[in-house]
C-alpha cells in the first residue's frame, strides 16, 4: 500500500486555551510520531477496500469512528498491537499500544505550531488552502509548504479529526474535536488555537483525519 509517512515529534510544553473556561494552562507533550500527510483517498482506500476517486486528495467524508477504524486496521496490517478497542459505537484507547491512532488535541496544537506563538505558522497563501484560494474541493496533499516540523497541510485544506472530546464536561452527544480549518475557511479559521467539534458520525467534505503513533502513559 502507499506508506503512510510519519515524521517524530519531539516532546516539549504547550500553552493551550481550555475550551469552556478559555483559561490557559501549561500542557507537556511527549514524543509521538504525526503523519506528514493527512491521510489520503488512496491509502483510506487501500486499507478499507473502498474507491479513491482523487488518490492524492486528503481523505474527507470520513467519520470520527471510520478514522478510528482505519487506525486499527492500519495497525493490523502492519502487525502492531490495535490502539482502541471497538465495541459498538464506544470506543477504548489503549494507551500502552505501539499501534496507529488519531493524534490528542494537544498533540495536534503542538504540531501544528512547531514552535510558533502566532495563529499561523506562515502565510496562509503559502502554507494552506483556504477560501481566499476559491477552490470547491480538498486539494492534493503537500502542494502547499510545511511547517518547521515537516509537516504538510496542518492549516487548511480538511479539518483532521483528534482523540478528544470537545467539551467533556458538557455535552452529552459526545462530540469530538476537529482541529485544522479547510478549503472553504477564511483566514479566522484557519489557526491553531481554533477548535470546532462534530459528531461522532458526522461525514462531511471538508473533514479528514491524520494519524499518529506512540505509546502514551
Given at each position: 500500500m502507499s506508506d503512510v509517512e510519519l515524521a517524530r515529534i519531539r516532546g516539549g510544553r504547550?500553552?493551550?486555551?481550555?475550551?469552556?473556561?478559555?483559561?490557559?494552562?501549561?500542557?507537556?507533550?511527549d514524543d509521538f510520531e504525526l503523519g506528514?500527510?493527512?491521510?489520503?483517498?488512496?491509502?483510506?482506500?487501500?486499507?478499507?477496500?473502498?474507491?479513491?476517486?482523487?488518490?492524492r486528495r486528503p481523505a474527507a467524508r470520513v467519520s470520527w469512528l471510520r478514522a478510528v477504524r482505519f487506525a486499527n486496521?492500519?495497525?493490523?496490517?502492519?502487525?502492531?498491537?490495535?490502539?482502541?478497542?471497538?465495541?459498538?459505537?464506544?470506543?477504548?484507547?489503549?494507551?500502552?499500544s505501539e499501534g496507529y491512532r488519531l493524534p490528542t488535541d494537544a498533540e495536534w496544537e503542538y504540531a501544528c505550531r512547531a514552535g510558533s506563538v502566532t495563529p499561523q505558522y506562515g502565510p496562509l497563501?503559502?502554507?494552506?488552502?483556504?477560501?481566499?484560494?476559491?477552490?470547491?474541493?480538498?486539494?492534493?496533499?503537500?502542494?502547499?509548504?510545511?511547517?518547521?516540523?515537516?509537516?504538510?497541510?496542518?492549516?487548511?485544506?480538511?479539518?483532521?479529526?483528534?482523540?478528544d472530546l470537545l467539551d467533556p464536561a458538557g455535552d452529552p452527544r459526545g462530540h469530538r474535536v476537529v482541529r485544522g480549518g479547510g478549503y472553504a475557511d477564511d483566514a479566522y479559521s484557519v489557526r491553531a488555537d481554533v477548535r470546532r467539534?462534530?459528531?461522532?458520525?458526522?461525514e462531511q467534505g471538508d473533514v479528514g483525519f491524520r494519524i499518529a503513533r506512540g505509546a502514551l502513559e
Open positions: 504547550l500553552q493551550m486555551q481550555t475550551p469552556r473556561t478559555r483559561r490557559r494552562r501549561t500542557i507537556e507533550v506528514v500527510y493527512p491521510v489520503t483517498e488512496e491509502q483510506l482506500a487501500e486499507v478499507l477496500g473502498i474507491t479513491a476517486d482523487h488518490p486496521a492500519l495497525s493490523e496490517w502492519e502487525g502492531l498491537e490495535r490502539a482502541y478497542r471497538v465495541d459498538g459505537d464506544e470506543i477504548t484507547w489503549d494507551r500502552t497563501a503559502d502554507i494552506a488552502w483556504t477560501a481566499l484560494d476559491g477552490v470547491r474541493t480538498p486539494q492534493d496533499v503537500g502542494a502547499r509548504l510545511p511547517n518547521l516540523n515537516g509537516l504538510f497541510d496542518m492549516l487548511g485544506n480538511v479539518w483532521e479529526w483528534c482523540w467539534g462534530g459528531a461522532p458520525r458526522l
